[in-house]
């Protein structure tokens, strides 16, 4: 899968601190060695001095004056002052070079840390996060391997709040995003949003770009394409829909509270499978309502388990409105079963006990019939004809 820039970036500017730290170490490593050039045996028995006396010693041979022995010269370039070389009260030519080599290997590696700080700054400044690598910036005099800077970094607080929902993605089993994957994703939720027209409460940023309201989409490893799912539910299938989807939603299920119907579909703690059922369910009954019938949860969910859809509820609904309370009189007339609404919706939705169903229907209307020399007051809706399959 192809990355951001943002995120390509990002991995660069690590990688290049992976690099330098094997230069930094080398450097400091040459430092702390004995020098490899053997002594003559004219000179006399060496003594063990620190880097600084040995630096001290040097840069004053540069300007033509003499350091007694002993003597102590500033800090080495690294900050070490505890390191030690052996060599006597004057540098030969070889401890001479390998000491200058050392400085020249430590002053550079200090400032390809400087460089890698600094790219790292500029990346994360583009992200409006330079605060965030501040915080480490004293790390770059500290000796610290440029490795230990992404480290370090992501354990300071500033770096935990901002990126907050990777700690919940790890306690849910799921891996941690990179800076670049996760701002990636805030930028794809609010578009998101954005397109649907959602007021922007829904995704002001806060201090350091912060999102709070997407922390819980990065958590739950909802993707974008589910989001919009989830919003498109919300408002084209309930808050757009007939009033009585919405009145039939807040009757099956009371825990979805009037005026929260977008926030509920957002909570990724609701699976999207579960809120798919329940607003289908509501559309059955809100179908049901509409045509002056009667409508519960649990026949709306049984009849979208016999794939029962909007558009089949309203147009059953629609014929079974128009003949059922004629076929309830006429059961009562002739003494036969009643044909009630649950006996039409097997007629009319091919569920189990079809068959039984029109035939009550075809018996009714047939006794209506020969009562009334082959007229019937029965001639639409539900009684009319077996609208089986029809949808």
């Known amino acids: 899968m192809a990355i951001s820039k943002e995120e390509k970036a990002v991995r660069v500017a690590l990688a290049q601190l992976e690099k330098d730290a094997a230069i930094s170490d080398a450097a400091v490593a040459r430092m702390n060695q004995p020098a490899v050039t053997p002594i003559p045996k004219s000179e006399p028995v060496a003594t063990p001095k620190t880097v600084a006396q040995a630096m001290a010693e040097y840069r004053a041979g540069e300007r033509g004056q003499t350091v007694p022995t002993g003597a102590t010269g500033p800090t080495g370039p690294t900050g070490s002052t505890g390191s030690t070389i052996t060599t006597g009260s ?89 800076e670049g994957e996760y701002i990636a994703l805030e930028d794809q939720y609010q578009n998101v949003m954005r397109n649907y027209g959602l007021p922007a409460t829904y995704y002001t940023k806060g201090d350091m770009g912060r999102q709070e309201g997407f922390e819980k989409f990065i958590a739950g490893d909802v993707s ?71 409508a519960s949860a649990a026949r709306a969910e049984e009849l979208a388990r016999y794939g029962v859809t909007a558009e089949s509820a309203r147009t059953g609904y629609g014929a079974i409105g128009g003949g059922l309370e004629r076929g309830r009189q006429l059961s009562s007339i002739y003494q036969e079963p009643d044909y009630n609404q649950a006996v039409a919706e097997e007629e009319v939705f091919n569920l189990p006990g079809q068959t039984k169903a029109g035939e009550k229907r075809k018996k009714i209307i047939g006794l209506e019939k020969a009562t009334f020399g082959g007229q019937t007051g029965v001639s639409s809706g539900a009684l009319s004809q077996n609208r089986a399959g029809s949808y």
């Open 224 to 294: 974008p394409a589910e989001l919009e799912d989830r919003i498109s539910i919300a408002q084209k299938r309930v808050i757009d829909a007939a009033p009585q989807v919405k009145e039939a939603l807040k009757q099956f299920y009371p825990d979805i509270k009037d005026g929260d119907i977008l926030a509920y579909t957002l909570d990724p703690t609701q699976g999207l499978a579960n809120i798919q059922k329940k607003v289908l369910a509501a559309e059955i009954g809100g179908a049901a309502i509409g045509a002056g019938l009667g």
């Open 90 to 178: 004057t540098l030969t030519t070889e401890q001479y070079l390998a000491q200058r080599e050392a400085r020249l290997e430590a002053e550079a590696a200090l400032q390809k840390r400087r460089s890698a700080y600094d790219l790292l700054l500029e990346q994360f400044n583009s992200y409006g996060l330079g605060s965030l690598v501040e915080g480490i910036k004293g790390l770059v005099q500290e000796n610290v391997s440029p490795s230990e800077f992404a480290i370090r970094l992501r354990q300071t607080d500033a770096y935990q709040k901002r990126f907050g929902a990777n700690k919940a993605r790890i306690a849910n089993g799921l891996r941690a995003l990179s």
